[in-house]
């Protein structure tokens, strides 16, 4: 973590008053279902980073909003569950998805239910936008071309960034194509398909399609469905857009989770990986609910689908990073799609499996980040959809009854049409972890993703200083000679008690209360830890007096991986930070079931 600020060339004495407040406090507060009796206010603190992002790791949920997630939460986990990735991400708030009715202008009306062109077209470009619009902005009709709007993956590609696009839908459909397309209609995915966007067709001097634009706009890893699209035939010549895109920009054609496997760089030019004609399977097999009473029943859980040689999310998710990871940082956008498509198609097994494949794929981020600190990990839904919980199986107009992991009978409803299902227009939640995480907490709309992406001119943290140092504060230098007392600190003003040096180190830890066997053993136990006057920080797992295993961090904290192997039984997290003044040990239990 870098969240305390440093006076360049001088020991790391300037300290985050947030941590101040950490001392004493501490404990666990993401990990279990209960958050326990300890107040959290440290470690939310603690978790505060002003540092702009190196790389970014956007995670949608098409149509996965608080009831969907919360139904697959009960179906996976239990009432009392918790995912374990996409329940862990510190800071949380509400998204508004409204979007744009097309009309004469300036003005537009508010369409108040969106689709996942402008809505994904809203963190892509900062803007509104209309229904069915790929990062363009509204105009008179469906049919009339918007003005293109800058997206973030295009800005951040120019800086030199690597770029990755990945879709369990076609790569065409619309939340993959806002990231890096501009055309008036989500429809027009290959050159085949552009009967109502005439003016974006490449004989007529246009973009092209929504596949041309993604190739021409040399995305560096793009993964997911719709090889129909890019089998389709260019306008120019014979040649189909997959063909267009190994000759003109030097592509590399993955098919299959086995060729996904097999790519180790991007030496030999992007990737594209197409591992569907249409868009990927679901992770289960469907239940579609039905008119009163209802699909399924006390006893029905959902199947395993055959998904052939399809990569799944994570899979596709590990590769991405793994191919994008490089010095200058890099974006990569990762939509668990299908969660919409199947609840269309009023499915509650399909949604609830891909809502788990969007855990499994932020879980593949969040072990990436704890190796790379200054990545920001957020994960959201572009839109609210119609699946509802129930109190029984005749409070909807098409029901589904499902045995949750608890036993029990979760009833589970789509109203919206007699079959088949539509979008709503409820807030979605969104949640971050990582530099500039604290952004999305609160209420903020969709278009305030985008500057969040692109990162922000870091915010000073408030800070205090120790006697006979200098220290940069926002506007001027200020040295603070003297004994301990109280001193004011200009900026963001606040008063804080300067303590006599030497300092003993203060150290704020967080670790899980509990962990099974298996996490234990691979990836281990994850110790947060955020300290201050430190020279040198370790954290120890033992049992009993005897180390299993000691890992170092940076004399201001971060984030370990503790790996052991051990029975049912109690171990202890113990954290030493050695100081100028003197030594700080704190220690943490840690249950293993
Ligand atoms: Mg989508
Ligand atoms: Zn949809």
């Avoid at 992002?53 to 918790?82: K, W």
Wanted: aromatic letters at 4%.
């Amino acid at each position: 973590m870098r969240f305390l600020p440093r006076v360049p060339g001088r020991r790391p004495l300037v300290v985050a008053a947030a941590t101040i407040a950490a001392v004493g406090g501490g404990g666990t507060a993401f990990a279990v279902s209960s958050i326990g009796e300890a107040d959290r206010s440290a470690d939310l603190a603690a978790a505060i980073d002003s540092s702009k992002p190196r790389n970014v790791i956007l995670l949608i949920g098409d149509g996965t909003d608080d009831s969907i997630i919360t139904a697959a939460r009960n179906y996976e986990r239990g009432a009392d569950g918790r995912f374990g990735a996409l329940d862990e991400l510190p800071f949380t708030g509400d998204m508004t998805t409204h979007g744009l009715k097309v009309g004469p202008g300036p003005d537009y009306p508010i369409a108040y239910v969106s689709d996942s062109a402008p809505t994904a077209s809203g963190w892509s470009t900062g803007k509104k936008t209309v229904d069915s619009r790929i990062s363009q902005g509204p105009s008179v009709a469906d049919t009339t071309p918007g003005a293109d709007y800058r997206t973030a993956m295009e800005i951040l590609r120019d800086q030199g960034k690597r770029t990755g696009n990945v879709s369990t839908a076609e790569l065409t459909d619309a939340t993959p194509a806002a990231a890096a397309a501009h055309i008036n209609l989500r429809e027009c995915k290959g050159p085949a398909n552009m009967a109502r966007c005439a003016d974006a067709r490449k004989a007529n001097g246009g973009k092209g399609s929504i596949a041309e634009q993604l190739v021409d706009n040399k995305i560096d890893v793009l993964l997911g469905g719709a090889r129909g699209s890019f089998n389709q035939k260019i306008d120019a010549d014979d040649r189909s857009v997959l063909q267009y895109a190994k000759d003109e920009h030097t592509y590399v054609e993955v098919a299959n989770r086995t060729e996904l496997d097999a790519v180790r760089s991007l030496d030999d030019g992007p990737i594209l990986g197409l591992f569907a004609s249409g868009n990927m399977t679901p992770r289960y097999a469907p239940l579609v609910a039905t008119a009163p009473p209802g699909a399924g029943g006390p006893d029905q859980r959902c199947t395993e689908a055959d998904r052939g040689e399809q990569p799944s999310l994570e899979a596709m998710t590990r590769k991405a990073i793994e191919l994008l990871d490089n010095p200058k940082g890099f974006f990569l956008q990762v939509e668990s799609a299908m969660v919409d498509k199947q609840e269309h198609a009023s499915d509650i097994c399909g949604a609830i499996g891909d809502v788990g494949e969007l855990d499994r794929a932020t879980q593949v981020a969040l072990d990436y980040q704890a190796e790379h600190p200054d990545t920001l990990i957020i994960v959201t839904s572009d839109h609210a959809h119609s699946t509802q919980i129930v109190p029984g199986v005749d409070a909807g107009r098409q029901t589904a009854t499902l045995k949750t992991a608890d036993g029990d009978p979760m009833y589970v409803a789509y109203s919206t049409q007699e079959s088949g299902s539509s979008h709503t227009g409820t807030q979605v939640r969104v949640a971050a972890k990582g530099p500039q995480a604290a952004n999305v907490t609160g209420l903020i709309d969709q278009t305030d993703l985008f500057p969040t992406i692109l990162g922000r001119e870091p915010s000073e943290l408030p800070t205090i200083t120790v006697p006979g140092e200098t220290v940069t504060v926002p506007g001027e230098t200020v040295t603070v000679p003297g004994p301990a007392r109280t001193v004011t600190v200009p900026g963001p003003t606040q008063t804080v008690t300067a303590p006599a040096r030497p300092i003993a180190p203060r150290i704020s830890v967080n670790v899980p209360r509990s962990i099974t066997r298996n996490q234990l053993r691979r990836p281990g136990v994850t110790v947060t830890v955020a300290a201050t006057g430190a020279a040198r920080v370790t954290v120890e797992l033992r049992r009993g007096n005897t180390r299993i295993v000691r890992k170092s961090v940076r004399s201001n904290g971060g984030t370990v991986r503790l790996p052991a192997r051990a029975n049912r039984g109690t171990l202890r997290v113990v954290v030493k930070a050695t100081g100028e003044g003197r030594d700080r040990t704190t220690s943490r239990t840690l249950r293993v079931r």
